[in-house]
């Protein structure tokens, strides 16, 4: 069995260099080895390969049949490995490589492909892919290794305590929506007391505390619930048709439509915290992304009003 561990990217670069120059000793010479080691190299090349890889010439060494053919196969290996060099010191270095995102669908109506977009025109070599998913799934994705950057929320059960690493991104308030001809859509913002009567469109998961519910109850009454909806476009509409009132977070402002007014609540506001969540050795290109995601505020001008 031949031994083709003698392959080793060491020998295979001693290979190339002396069928380049067609000489033992300037390939020494170039990689600085000693015309000794040149020569016990080639010999255990030669061994693996079962047969000459040189022929010795009265001035220098030309390859062999044999030698032209791993030298083909050197020169392949040799390349991959240079661009695998290249290709990992970009993950390291944070310009390059695959970033993969995973956020909650409220996130990714602007905040994150707000955040993407100047991530891209900074890191341009940086390749992107996107999940879309609850928050306890992303971090089940981000637990398997098969996510580098999670955008998550404590809503409704909570920050996972098994958080590997999260940064604070931002506190999401909630605003009520209201169909444009609501008597209270033209007040400045709305007491929640205000709105005991109403018809909640919403689809919180069953058996868990939702913030409507907590707030309502702060408030003094327990909120009426309404047809389950789950898309917020789905909401928007049944709101838009006179059928009920809901809750939207400040990060989907920008996807309510014109038919409606969004107001803030007076006094405790019902909110959310909206976290990064990276693996215990984040990339830099995930570091970066997290640290533009909290800046995501200071560059948005759109008012929910």
Partial sequence: ????????????????????????????EL????QSAVSRRVAALERAAGGPLFERLARGVRLTPAGEALHRHAVAVLDRLERAGEELAAIHGGWGGTLRVGAFATANVDLVPGTLRRFT??????????TEGLTARLMDRLRAGALDVAVISDYPAGLPAEAPRTVLLREDRLYVALPGGHPLAGDAEVDLRDLAGETWIEAAPRGQPTLLVTACA???FRPRGGPRV????????????GLGVTLVPELAARAV?????????RGMAPARKVYAALPETPLPAALELAEMLGE???CTTASPF
Avoid at 31 to 34: K, P, S
Avoid at 121 to 130: A, H, N, S, T
Avoid at 230 to 241: C, D, Q
């Fill in 31 to 34: 990689l600085g080895y000693t």
């Fill in 257 to 265: 439509p014109p038919a409606l007014v969004l107001r803030p609540l």
């Fill in 296 to 298: 995501w505020e200071a």
């Fill in 121 to 130: 025109e900074r890191r341009p070599g940086v390749e992107l892919r996107v």
């Fill in 218 to 220: 702060a408030a003094g």
């Fill in 230 to 241: 789950a898309e917020w476009s789905g909401k928007f509409g049944f709101v838009a048709a």
């Fill in 1 to 28: 069995m031949r031994d083709v561990n003698a392959f080793d990217p060491g020998a295979l670069r001693l290979l190339h260099e002396i069928a380049a120059e067609g000489s033992f000793t300037a390939a020494a």
